[in-house]
C-alpha cells in the first residue's frame, strides 16, 4: 500500500472559501433550504476528512526521539511505517505511522498510545454513535440511518460486534460507588425491586432437536430478571388516597409533592435470579450512606422471587405490590358478582381500603364468606371455589406478612412495583420483542446492557470509563481522561 498525501492547509482553506462561496453565491440563489442544506453537510463531512487527514498527517510525520523500549524487552530498532486504516464519522481515513520491533518481539507504533487508537478500525465516535443507536434500534435501521446520514454502509455483523465489545466495560461501571451529587433533600428510603420479562432466544446447536418437527419453534423464551435500585423522599398517604388513585376515581384530589426516584438504576441479566439479586446486593453495599434510615424490597407474589429478595437483602422489609393485590380483588369480585354487576366497583373499594388499612384477615374472612354463599348454584360455587379459594383466598394468606399497608403508609414508604414493571417493559420488551426478533444469549446481554446505561442517563459517564479501561487493556495506565472539548465549553460559567 502506497502513502496517500494528506490535503495541505491551502488545501484545505481552498475548500472552506469555496463553501462560503456557494452559499452566498449564485449557484444557491434558485436552490431550496433542502437542496442547500444537504450540500453544505455533504461538503462540511469531506471537510472534516480533510482537517481529520491533516491531523493524523501531522502527528505522525516525527519519528519518535530517543529509543523505543517495551516495559519487558530491548530497546526497538525502526521498522519503516505501518498503515492505519481508521473509519471515522467523516469517512474512511490511512495514515502510516512510525513502525519498531527487535527480534522476537512485535511491532510497536509508539504514537498509536499516544492518540489512542482502537483495536479495530472504526473510531471510537463513530462506535459510540453506533451503539448508542443498538441500544434502542434494531440493527438494520441503525445500519440504514448511519448510511443515510454519513454516506457509507456498514454491515449489520461489524454493528453487532461494536455493541457487543462496547458493552464489556458495563458491569464494571456499574460497580464503582455512586458518583452522582447528593440530591438537595435528603431521601431516606433506599429502594429495591426486581421483576422478570421473557426474551426470545435462538436454541443454540447442542439444544436444537436432530429433525425437529412440523412447527417446531426455533427458539424459546428466557427470563431476563431486571432489577431496580434507587432512593425517594417519604410520601405519606391515607388508605382512602390511595385507593382511590388505583381505582381512578374522577372526583380525586390531585397529589402534590410526590417525590421521585432518586439515582435510578437499571440493570437486567438472563443469567438467573440468584446472579441478578447478588448483583443488587452487591449495589445496595455501594448506595448505603447515613442518611438512610428506610430499606424496603418491593416484589409481586411469586414465592421463588421473595424468597431470593429475603436472602440477598436481609436488611429491608419485604412489600407485596399493592397492583396485584388490587387485580386479584376485581377478580375476586367477577366471580362474586358478575363484571357487570353495578355495585361491582363499591364492593372492591371496600376490600381495597381495608386491605389498605392493615385489615388482611378481615378481608380473607369475607372471602371466604362469598365463597360459601348457600343462594348460589352448584356450578357457581365450583367456579368461585376455584377462583377464590385456590388463587386469591391463599394469595392473600401466604402473603399476609408482607401485607401491613397501613404501617407503611404512616411512613411513607412506596407500595407498588410500577418502576420495575415499567422497567420490564421499556428496558426488555420495547428493545427485545420487536417483530421477528431473535437473540442469543450473548447479543442479548450485550443490548440490555448498553440499554440501561443509555436509559438511566449514565451514557456520557460510561464512554469516558469505557474509553480509559480500553486505552489501559491496550496501552497500559493512562491519566484520566478528560470529558470533552464541547462539554467543558458547556460547562464554562456565562458572563454576566
Not at 439 to 447: E, L, Q
Request: hydrophobic share 40%.
Amino acid at each position: 500500500m502506497t502513502p496517500t498525501a494528506a490535503p495541505s492547509i491551502p488545501q484545505i482553506q481552498a475548500q472552506l472559501r469555496e463553501l462560503v462561496e456557494y452559499v452566498t453565491g449564485p449557484d444557491s440563489r434558485a436552490a431550496t433550504a433542502y437542496q442547500v442544506e444537504l450540500h453544505v453537510f455533504r461538503r462540511v463531512l469531506a471537510l472534516g476528512a480533510a482537517l481529520l487527514s491533516l491531523f493524523f498527517a501531522t502527528r505522525v510525520a516525527t519519528r519518535p526521539a530517543g529509543p523505543v523500549v517495551t516495559p519487558a524487552g530491548p530497546p526497538l530498532t525502526s521498522h519503516g511505517r505501518r498503515p492505519f486504516t481508521y473509519f471515522s464519522v467523516f469517512g474512511k481515513i490511512v495514515f502510516w505511522r512510525h513502525a519498531f520491533t527487535a527480534p522476537g518481539q512485535p511491532v510497536v507504533c509508539p504514537v498509536d498510545a499516544t492518540l489512542s487508537l482502537p483495536g479495530r478500525c472504526y473510531s471510537d465516535l463513530l462506535r459510540e454513535w453506533a451503539t448508542f443507536g443498538a441500544a434502542d434500534a434494531p440493527f438494520r435501521e441503525v445500519a440504514a440511518l448511519l448510511e443515510r446520514v454519513l454516506g457509507w454502509s456498514f454491515s449489520v455483523q461489524a454493528l453487532e460486534t461494536i455493541a457487543s465489545e462496547d458493552a464489556g466495560d458495563v458491569e464494571a461501571f456499574f460497580e464503582q460507588p455512586s458518583a452522582d451529587p447528593p440530591p438537595a433533600e435528603a431521601v431516606s428510603i433506599l429502594v429495591a425491586q426486581a421483576d422478570g420479562k421473557g426474551v426470545p432466544l435462538v436454541l443454540p446447536p447442542a439444544e436444537r432437536p436432530a429433525r425437529p418437527g412440523k412447527g417446531s419453534p426455533s427458539n424459546r423464551l428466557r427470563e431476563a430478571v431486571v432489577t431496580v435500585l434507587y432512593t425517594i423522599l417519604p410520601y405519606r398517604r391515607t388508605p382512602e388516597e390511595v385507593a382511590a388513585a388505583l381505582l381512578r376515581e374522577p372526583d380525586r384530589p390531585e397529589p402534590s409533592g410526590r417525590p421521585r426516584p432518586v439515582n435510578k438504576e437499571l440493570r437486567a441479566t438472563l443469567d438467573g435470579k440468584d446472579v441478578a439479586l447478588e448483583r443488587l446486593a452487591g449495589r445496595v453495599q455501594q448506595r448505603e450512606s447515613p442518611q438512610i434510615h428506610d430499606r424496603v424490597a418491593l416484589t409481586d407474589g411469586a414465592a421463588a422471587l421473595q424468597e431470593r429478595m429475603r436472602n440477598a437483602l436481609p436488611g429491608f422489609t419485604l412489600v407485596l405490590d399493592i397492583i396485584h393485590v388490587t387485580e386479584y380483588l376485581w377478580d375476586a369480585a367477577n366471580a362474586v358478582l358478575g363484571e357487570r354487576h353495578p355495585e361491582r366497583t363499591t364492593w372492591v373499594r371496600g376490600h381495597l381500603v381495608a386491605l389498605l388499612s392493615g385489615r388482611t384477615d378481615e378481608v380473607v374472612a369475607a372471602l371466604e364468606v362469598a365463597a360459601a354463599e348457600p343462594e348460589l348454584s352448584a356450578a357457581q360455587h365450583t367456579a368461585i371455589q376455584r377462583v377464590l379459594s385456590l388463587r386469591r383466598i391463599g394469595y392473600y394468606r401466604r402473603n399476609a406478612p408482607y401485607m401491613r399497608y397501613d404501617q407503611y403508609l404512616e411512613r411513607g414508604w412506596p407500595i407498588g412495583t410500577g418502576v420495575v414493571e415499567s422497567a420490564c417493559g421499556h428496558l426488555v420488551k420495547d428493545r427485545m420483542e420487536q417483530a421477528g426478533m431473535r437473540w442469543t444469549k450473548a447479543g442479548a446481554h450485550a443490548v440490555l446492557d448498553v440499554r440501561a446505561v443509555r436509559l438511566t442517563d449514565h451514557w456520557d459517564a460510561y464512554w469516558r470509563f469505557h474509553r480509559h479501561r480500553d486505552h489501559h487493556r491496550r496501552y497500559g495506565p493512562a491519566p484520566a481522561l478528560a470529558a470533552p472539548p464541547e462539554d467543558q465549553a458547556l460547562a464554562l460559567p456565562v458572563a454576566a
